[in-house]
């Protein structure tokens, strides 16, 4: 998906639009690219995951939300979306953690990200164990506040009683 973002995509827009993004700076280029990429592909994944997480309620609470006369856009407001946010939440954790490690890949059209930066990092300064380990410590710093963050969520959501409760 990648590659057809960064090199197919400026092709098939119009011609004025496509050449604009062919002539700005080549960082740039490879940054929108690989944000437009990863942000589709991610939407889809967590679109999937919220649309599982609201399948996954009984039936019986959209009916109850609809028999109390709420419209089903204030049962999924009101009663389903609150309960689904709660079955939601750990698998969006590990999404967020995969858009860090699907970055990775958007070195293959040359944006440096971290890890790639850690190689740079090496060629210039000729100490890889430094240079890793920096790009390690950033990495387990980011997963370290993302988890602890959904903790957080997760905690603040919670429904005693009710899945994943305590």
Known sequence: QLFLWYFVMPELL??????AF??????????????????????????E???SGIN??????????????????QTYRHV?????????VPPLTSEFLNIFKNSA????????ELAAQGRQLVDYTAQPYESFIAVTL?????????????????ARV???????AK
């Open 105 to 112: 890949v958007c070195s293959t059209i040359g944006l440096l």
């Open 138 to 154: 950033a990495y387990l710093t980011i997963n370290v506040v993302v988890m602890f963050g959904m903790r957080w969520v997760e």
């Open 22 to 47: 062919k002539q700005t700076n080549p960082i740039l280029q490879q940054f929108l690219a690989s944000m437009v990429c990863l942000a589709l592909f991610t939407s889809a994944r967590v679109a």
């Open 56 to 73: 996954s309620l009984p039936p019986g609470q959209k009916n109850a939300g609809l028999a109390m006369g709420f419209t089903l856009a």
């Open 49 to 51: 995951q919220v649309r």
């Open 158 to 164: 919670r429904v005693p009683g009710y899945i994943g």
């Open 80 to 88: 389903l979306l609150p309960m689904a946010v709660r079955l939601i």
């Open 14 to 19: 119009p011609e004025q639009l496509g050449n």
